[in-house]
């Protein structure tokens, strides 16, 4: 019996070009806050036809494995974001959620696995991101059935191609997209991504160099291309004072989102570690708050960015992990204070204060940027996509600056000291196109977005008891993913073998294996909801003996 989900416009039209697909590779290229994971979802399920075949999804960092799990499960769709090579795949289970770094290293296993199936490559650049990663996610999906490659803008490739992808001149060009929605788009349907504005700051900042020389230069300064980035690291230290005004300013304009939009949060893009903790500390003298740090290498990064999602928490403050692939609508207000220019990252970074949240009619976001002339040309983009997209309304001319070029690799700054910074008040206009959201209205389309229904047959059957699992996200906001289940279940087994071990005085590579044994069990790692429970009381019974309870 097939169901029916509710699809935004671009997500259903996505959906009908992808089934009538010519080619094995379709690339769909939507602004974030889009919804992408729900049409890939959609365009799994309908492409699996209510027939097993094996779902892999390949996702660029740890973190995002569990969420699109969970996303998963509301569609009827298991996947275990716990996989290892050498574990195997339970068989109440579709498939598998894996990062790009486990399908390069694990790539003969996943090749077996994906075999005639069907993958997704969310944010699929970031398979060129080594050498490595794209030969070895080649070789895991080279004979897959079906390869749906996402992501949140159009990009190009000069040194490592992508595997999958076409190209307007070879390996070296424009990515090739099948379908494509773009910020321009999403902005005119209305109720999709908010409009976003971008309050510039020029500066002056004095740094000395990496020959020990000292410089002094504004933004607005022409400056040798080795001095870039040296002038944007001496604006982001915080002993100075460019970067603690900025902070200062959009915690202003937090506060007065937050009068109408109770629980609008905000996010500051930090350079590394000890300069996220630096902005936090910042941060906490003028809020009274200590915000949340999230870092790439903490291992409870994703909670952390899950509980702040859930709160109603004013800051955030990530090196890196929140720059695209993380859904947190309420984020109104951020902070580019990372020395990453390339325009890639920062419309994936302006991707996480643009998702629209229902119910709110207006709802402008702003992105505080340095006036560094790289940044001020990305947002030029984005802010011409919006001013086409709004109601028509005389501005000034727009600046042209044809110098928005991507970063090169910093240089190693052996003698390199920042000195001081100050913002230059005259020089930092509220948006690019001189206009105050708060004086002028912003209209951004239709409101919250009217669906478009869309019937999908059911997932295919699994091993393990029936479900209500044929349902769609609407109908199943509350259903509890199965890997999240299973993961309970292991614990519990483990418990009852610490217990048994310690009774018999025996190694719990030994209680494993006997209880394995005792159930019927090949591996605990590929045991289905069904055995995991069996085995759990075959492990009750045998304490009774031991027991005698």
Not at 4 to 30: C, E, H, K, S, Y
Not at 121 to 127: G, Q, S
Not at 414 to 424: C, K, P
Request: charged share 25%; aromatic share 8%; hydrophobic share 40%.
């Amino acid at each position: 019996m097939a169901t029916t989900v509710t699809l935004r416009r671009w997500q259903r039209d996505a959906l009908i070009a992808f089934a009538d697909r010519p080619l094995p590779d379709f690339m769909a290229v939507a602004c974030p806050g889009a919804g992408k994971t729900t049409f890939a979802l959609a365009a799994i399920r309908n492409e699996l036809g209510g027939i097993p075949r094996p779902v892999i999804v390949c996702v660029p960092t740890a973190h995002l494995k569990q969420q699109w799990a969970e996303a998963a499960a509301r569609f009827g769709l298991h996947l275990e974001p716990d996989w290892r090579p050498d574990h195997g795949l339970a068989a109440d289970m579709h498939g598998a959620v894996v990062t790009y770094a486990q399908a390069a290293s694990a790539r003969h296993h996943l090749r077996q696995v994906a075999k005639g199936g069907i993958v997704v490559l969310d944010e699929v650049h970031h398979a060129a991101s080594d050498h490595s990663w794209g030969d070895g996610v080649y070789h895991a999906f080279e004979e897959a059935g079906v390869r749906l490659l996402l992501s949140g803008t159009p990009f190009r490739t000069d040194d490592n191609p992508i595997p999958f992808v076409r190209y307007t001149m070879g390996d070296h060009g424009e990515a090739v997209s099948d379908f494509e929605y773009g910020y321009g788009e999403a902005l005119e349907e209305g109720g999709v991504v908010r409009p976003v504005y971008f309050p510039r700051f020029d500066g002056h900042m004095e740094w000395m160099d990496a020959n020990g020389a000292l410089k002094e230069a504004t933004f607005r300064d022409e400056l040798d291309r080795s001095d870039w980035s040296a002038r944007l690291r001496t604006a982001l230290d915080i002993d100075g004072q460019w970067l603690p005004t900025v902070l200062e300013r959009a915690v202003e304009r937090l506060t007065r989102i937050r009068t109408s939009h109770e629980n609008a949060g905000g996010l500051v893009i930090a350079i590394d570690h000890e300069h996220a903790r630096e902005i936090a500390a910042k941060l906490a003298k003028l809020t009274g708050s200590m915000p949340e740090v999230v870092l790439s290498d903490d291992p409870k990064a994703s909670d952390k960015i899950a509980s702040f999602a859930a709160s109603a928490d004013e800051w955030i403050v990530a090196v890196r992990m929140i720059s695209e692939g993380v859904d947190v609508p309420r984020l109104r207000v951020a902070v580019f204070a990372t020395t990453t220019t390339t325009a890639l990252f920062f419309r994936q970074a302006v991707g996480r204060i643009a998702r629209w949240t229902p119910g709110l009619t207006t709802q402008p976001a702003y992105f505080f940027v340095p006036d560094d002339h790289r940044l001020r040309g990305h947002a030029a983009t984005i802010a011409m996509q919006r001013r086409h997209s709004v109601e028509k309304r005389p501005t000034p001319a727009m600046e042209k600056d044809p110098a928005a070029l991507d970063a090169t690799p910093e240089e190693q700054m052996s003698l390199f000291t920042a000195l001081s910074s100050t913002v230059l008040e005259e020089q930092a206009p509220t948006g690019l196109d001189g206009i105050d959201p708060d004086e002028a209205p912003i209209h951004s389309g239709a409101g919250d977005l009217v669906g478009h229904p869309f019937d999908l047959p059911p997932p295919p059957p699994l091993a393990g008891r029936a479900s209500v699992e044929s349902g769609v996200p609407d109908a199943l906001a509350d259903i509890r993913s199965r890997f999240v289940g299973k993961r309970e279940l292991r614990d519990r087994n483990n418990d009852r073998v610490r217990s048994i071990a310690q009774i018999l005085n025996w190694e719990h590579r030994a209680v494993n294996g006997e209880l394995n044994r005792r159930s019927g069990i090949f591996r605990i790692t590929e045991a289905t909801t069904q055995q995991l429970e069996q085995r759990i009381k075959v492990a009750d019974q045998w304490l009774e003996e031991l027991t005698g309870r």
